[in-house]
């Protein structure tokens, strides 16, 4: 603990209130009996608390917002009271962010005076989340003080003021400072009580200096809902003094802030823990207008030492959009120094397409992967009407050889290099045609949503007949769960070509297995595909069961020929939630999610360059799932996520034979380039 706990540096009469105000507390606690002189003492302290407040009424006012909206997100809310900081003589206020969730018609600002002016809305800064007001008055308002950063001690007594219950006086909280560098650094800590009631009110020491704006806020929250439910519960944030005044200028001058971005993701899942090492760099973005690459080792940004991915956070939350950012990476035996301007909003990336699909081909063994003279080379197995392929002339049974300068090898190499370029963008395309090189140049494109209407030519080259494909149907299980598997799965004869698998999850009927293996079964032999649909372990399925569906993935990747691509989870209203939940995993191996009749409510994640997923949902119109499935399905487009949507009509059903025929194009598709 610091020894001047609670006071400042140059205090005189007010350093030992705190550490009495611990003492007293600490008798309370052990049931020692006060005595006269504790009870002076806690006078002296509640008389310290109320002269700080007294220096900083003034300056606190009652903010009352009129009309707007009545629900944000899930929270209801109405016309209310909050609290706002003078904190410029010509009548500049600031408040939280909060209080203007609901976009109000009109705000009303009330003085310590009883005074009440009309208040406009000059601008909000979105990282902190305050909102800076201005009032016009005849008179100029009075401003408190502030405590300098260099004064804070975590320990010392803070006291949270507002304006709200009466307005002829503030209403305070007394507690403790429990930390000075919270949220990435942007606030302070401390346990004095806060809610609504004085979001945007100051939180003030002992001698009546300002420490910082009470707004709610949360580590891993970004608007203005964000850390509203902790209020009252001991954790209170406060946006420092002196970014307090830095944002109020810049404000004034600009308009709203919003957070920075340099569209840098590093190794390893944890954000704290993560290595300083660039593993994606977010194409169109400042870092790689920067010139940033993957496997930069940042080590600083503007002269601060880079260490963890924490260090890297927390100087990028401190900036704002617009600002220029000075970042020193290490490149192999390389030291550079590079300069971006953050943004205020990454673009979600956005798969480009060519506009075919690959023949696929059996995988080789090792003796043959070690040959020199294997064809560097992929070869069109279908061209995609009004695709940059179609534009280009490009025909089934081209061989592409290089896209852009780079050499194209395989399927997955294919997907690679064109993962480094966006849609809209030209590249040049180099083919045999009958043993005979040409040229030609194309406009990338997205990823379709439509689905082939008609049949496809043989998926590989040495595609047999599917009436004689060898599939056998058992049934299996896995370690340390009791649901039953069953599968369709091919035969020895074909075991070794690429085959895509569709895991099916049944709805909470009772799973029709003989029905699912009999409308699937040709399907299954015509576009080589494994069929794995296990059963719940009761009427339902269970959250725990998602690592089953897990296990039995690996499964089936290790034990057949599984092509990556073309990896589905599939199912109908519970199944169809089922799949999407586990399916939706970052770093899961599903390739595509088809969900009949089922929403989503939990979040996406970021769509990458490596992260080729696609998604089909399907519903009834008067499904009470509807509104939610429409949901769904915009958050996913908004994601820029492939997203066929096929309607089931009015009421909820399962696909019909067509449709389902369809679904086995979409996933024989899923390997497009």
Known sequence: MDKERGCGPTTS???????????LAMQSATGVAQTDDDVSLRRARGAAVRAAAERVAPSVVRIETIGGLERVGSVLFGSGTSTGLIVHPDGYILSSAF??????????????????????IVATDHSRMLTLLKVDADHPLPVPRYAPAESRRVGQTTIAMGRTFTPDRPNVAVGILSATSRIWGKAIQTDAAASPANYGGPLIDLQGRVLGLLVPLSPGGDDELAGYEWYDSGIAFAIPAEQMQR???RMREQGDLTPGHLGVNLRGKSVILAEPVAAEIHPGSPAAEAGLAEGDRIVEIDGQPIRRGADMKRALTQRYAGDEVRIVVTRGEERLELSATLIDELQPYQHPFLGILPVRQSE???AEDDSNDLPESVTIRWVYPDSPAAEAKLEPGDVLQRLGGDTLTDRRQVAAVIAKRRPGQEVSVDFMRGGEPRTARLKLATLPESVPAGPLPPPAEDAKDP????????DTSVDGFDNIIHTYVPGEAVAGAPHGLLLWLHSSDASDWTALRDRWAPLCRRHRLVLVAPEAGGDRWHRREAELIGKILNRFIEQYSIDPARVVLAGRESGGAMAMMVGSEEDGPVSGIASIGAPFGATFPENRPELRRAYLLAHAENSPYAPA????????RKARYPTTVWPLGEEPRGLNKQETESLARWIDTLDRL
């Not at 009469?13 to 003492?23: E, F, K, N, Q, S």
């Not at 203007?100 to 208040?119: H, I, K, M, N, Y």
């Not at 499935?629 to 996913?636: A, D, M, W, Y």
Request: glycine residues 4%; hydrophobic residues 45%.
């Open 364 to 366: 080789r063994n090792e």
């Open 629 to 636: 499935v429409k949901s769904t399905i915009e958050r996913l």
């Open 467 to 474: 009436n004689e494909a060898d599939y056998a149907e058992t």
């Open 247 to 249: 944002s109020l200028e």
């Open 13 to 23: 009469c007010r350093l030992g209130v705190a550490i009495v105000a611990a003492l």
């Open 99 to 120: 209080a203007f969730r609901t976009r109000p018609a009109s705000v009303l600002v009330q003085l310590a005076d009883g005074e009440r002016l009309p208040a406009s």
